[in-house]
C-alpha cells in the first residue's frame, strides 16, 4: 500500500485589520476605532489638548502634539508612562543645553505612541503649542507646526528628541512629507506661502507663493503635485512640486477645512465646514459633486483600502464614516471632545 502524500495547500496571508486613531482635542484623549466597523478598540488618556497626529507605514511610532502650552517647571510633575524606567524617564526631560524656538516661546508636550496598540512611550518637550505633526517616510523624523512660533520642530525618532527649529513664515498649519524624506512642505497660513524644508540642514529650501489662507495639504507624490485648502476662500490650489507654479484652482465654495486624495489620486475630496458639505473633484475632468453634511464638517482622513472616508464634526462629537464612490453614509462614531488629525494605520 502506496503512503499517502501529505498535501499542504498555501494560504494567502490576511492582512492585519486597520486601525483609526482620533484625536479628541478637549477631551484630552486618542479614540483607537476598527477602519471597517468605527468599534472602539481602546481609549488612550491623558494626552492633554491633542490636535495633531501623524504616523507613517511602517513605522512603530505615532506622533501627537499638544495645542496646550505647560509652564516649564510643570514639566517634572509630568507622569511617568509605564514600563519606562525612572531614569530613562528624567533623560527624556532634562532642558536642552541651547533652548530651541523662539525665546518667549511657551512649553508644549509631544507623546510618542506605540503605532501598534497606542501605549504612550514617550513625552518630550516642545517650544510652544502644536498645531499639527507629520512623519516622514522610513520614519527619520518627524516635525511638528507652532503657530505662534512662525516655525517648526524637528523631532530625530532615533533618538525621540527634539533637535533643531526652523522658522518657515507667519502661522505655520499643515505639513506633508515627499517621496524625500528629508524634505517638508508647511503651509504658512499668515503669508500665503509653502516652505519646502530641508530637516538635515535644517532650512527652508524656497517659498511657494499660493496667496490666501493655506491650511490643509494633500500631496500626490507619483505626479508631483501639492493640494493646498484656501480655507477662507473656500478654494483648492493645485501646485506643481517641480517649479512652484500653481496649475489649476478649485473653487468649492464656503469656509473649507479638511482635504485628501483617493488612493489612486484621482480625486480629492473637501470638506466643507461653512457650507456644511462634502465635494469629491474628479482631477482629470476637473468636475465636483457635492453631497450634504452636516454639522460643520472638519478633519477628513482617507482610510487606504477601504473606499471609506472619515470625517469629523466641529460642532458635534462624532466622525462620519463617508462612501469614498458615492459620498453616503455608512456609520457615524460618537466620540468626547472634537476629532482632529486622524490616521489609519495597518
Same mark, same amino acid.
Given at each position: 500500500?502506496?503512503?499517502?502524500? %501529505?498535501?499542504?495547500?498555501?494560504?494567502?496571508?490576511?492582512?492585519?485589520?486597520?486601525?483609526?486613531?482620533?484625536?479628541?482635542?478637549?477631551?484630552?484623549?486618542?479614540?483607537?476605532?476598527?477602519?471597517?466597523?468605527?468599534?472602539?478598540?481602546?481609549?488612550?488618556?491623558?494626552?492633554?489638548?491633542?490636535?495633531?497626529?501623524?504616523?507613517?507605514?511602517?513605522?512603530?511610532?505615532?506622533?501627537?502634539?499638544?495645542?496646550?502650552?505647560?509652564?516649564?517647571?510643570?514639566?517634572?510633575?509630568?507622569?511617568?508612562?509605564?514600563?519606562?524606567? #525612572?531614569?530613562?524617564?528624567?533623560?527624556?526631560?532634562?532642558?536642552? #543645553?541651547?533652548?530651541?524656538?523662539?525665546?518667549?516661546?511657551? %512649553?508644549?508636550?509631544?507623546?510618542?505612541?506605540?503605532?501598534?496598540?497606542?501605549?504612550?512611550?514617550?513625552?518630550?518637550?516642545?517650544?510652544?503649542?502644536?498645531?499639527?505633526?507629520?512623519?516622514?517616510?522610513?520614519?527619520?523624523?518627524?516635525?511638528?507646526?507652532?503657530?505662534?512660533?512662525?516655525?517648526?520642530?524637528?523631532?530625530?525618532?532615533?533618538?525621540?528628541?527634539?533637535?533643531?527649529?526652523?522658522?518657515?513664515?507667519?502661522?505655520?498649519?499643515?505639513?506633508?512629507?515627499?517621496?524625500?524624506?528629508?524634505?517638508?512642505?508647511?503651509?504658512?497660513?499668515?503669508?500665503?506661502?509653502?516652505?519646502?524644508?530641508?530637516?538635515?540642514?535644517?532650512?527652508?529650501?524656497?517659498?511657494?507663493?499660493?496667496?490666501?489662507?493655506?491650511?490643509?495639504?494633500?500631496?500626490?507624490?507619483?505626479?508631483?503635485?501639492?493640494?493646498?485648502?484656501?480655507?477662507?476662500?473656500?478654494?483648492?490650489?493645485?501646485?506643481?512640486?517641480?517649479?512652484?507654479?500653481?496649475?489649476?484652482?478649485?473653487?468649492?465654495?464656503?469656509?473649507?477645512?479638511?482635504?485628501? %486624495?483617493?488612493?489612486?489620486?484621482?480625486?480629492?475630496?473637501?470638506?466643507?465646514?461653512?457650507?456644511?458639505? %462634502?465635494?469629491?473633484?474628479?482631477?482629470?475632468?476637473?468636475?465636483?459633486?457635492?453631497?450634504?453634511?452636516?454639522?460643520?464638517?472638519?478633519?477628513?482622513?482617507?482610510?487606504?483600502?477601504?473606499?471609506?472616508?472619515?470625517?469629523?464634526?466641529?460642532?458635534?462629537?462624532?466622525?462620519?464614516?463617508?462612501?469614498?464612490?458615492?459620498?453616503?453614509?455608512?456609520?457615524?462614531?460618537?466620540?468626547?471632545?472634537?476629532?482632529?488629525?486622524?490616521?489609519?494605520?495597518?
Amino acid at each position: 500500500m502506496k503512503a499517502l502524500g %501529505l498535501l499542504v495547500i498555501a494560504l494567502p496571508a490576511v492582512a492585519e485589520p486597520r486601525m483609526v486613531f482620533i484625536p479628541e482635542g478637549s477631551a484630552d484623549s486618542i479614540l483607537l476605532v476598527g477602519a471597517e466597523t468605527g468599534e472602539t478598540v481602546r481609549r488612550i488618556e491623558g494626552i492633554e489638548a491633542v490636535h495633531g497626529l501623524s504616523g507613517a507605514p511602517g513605522v512603530p511610532y505615532l506622533v501627537a502634539g499638544s495645542y496646550a502650552e505647560t509652564p516649564r517647571d510643570g514639566i517634572a510633575a509630568m507622569a511617568q508612562p509605564e514600563g519606562v524606567s #525612572a531614569d530613562d524617564h528624567a533623560a527624556h526631560h532634562k532642558p536642552a #543645553a541651547k533652548p530651541l524656538g523662539p525665546k518667549d516661546a511657551g %512649553l508644549s508636550i509631544v507623546t510618542i505612541l506605540d503605532a501598534s496598540n497606542g501605549d504612550i512611550l514617550r513625552r518630550i518637550e516642545a517650544p510652544g503649542a502644536v498645531h499639527h505633526t507629520a512623519v516622514s517616510p522610513g520614519g527619520r523624523f518627524a516635525v511638528a507646526t507652532h503657530p505662534a512660533g512662525d516655525g517648526i520642530s524637528v523631532i530625530d525618532l532615533s533618538t525621540i528628541s527634539v533637535t533643531g527649529y526652523v522658522v518657515t513664515g507667519a502661522m505655520p498649519n499643515y505639513a506633508v512629507f515627499g517621496a524625500d524624506p528629508a524634505l517638508v512642505y508647511i503651509s504658512n497660513t499668515g503669508n500665503g506661502t509653502i516652505s519646502e524644508v530641508d530637516l538635515t540642514r535644517g532650512i527652508v529650501r524656497r517659498n511657494m507663493i499660493v496667496e490666501g489662507a493655506p491650511e490643509h495639504l494633500a500631496i500626490d507624490v507619483g505626479a508631483g503635485r501639492l493640494y493646498i485648502a484656501d480655507a477662507d476662500a473656500g478654494r483648492v490650489v493645485e501646485l506643481a512640486l517641480a517649479d512652484g507654479t500653481t496649475l489649476r484652482t478649485f473653487d468649492i465654495g464656503g469656509e473649507i477645512h479638511g482635504i485628501g %486624495l483617493s488612493d489612486d489620486g484621482a480625486t480629492l475630496f473637501v470638506a466643507g465646514r461653512g457650507a456644511g458639505k %462634502l465635494t469629491a473633484v474628479d482631477l482629470a475632468l476637473g468636475e465636483t459633486r457635492e453631497a450634504a453634511l452636516a454639522p460643520e464638517p472638519y478633519h477628513l482622513t482617507v482610510i487606504p483600502g477601504t473606499g471609506t472616508l472619515f470625517v469629523s464634526s466641529r460642532a458635534e462629537p462624532k466622525v462620519w464614516m463617508i462612501d469614498a464612490a458615492t459620498l453616503e453614509e455608512r456609520g457615524v462614531i460618537p466620540v468626547e471632545g472634537e476629532g482632529h488629525q486622524m490616521i489609519a494605520l495597518p
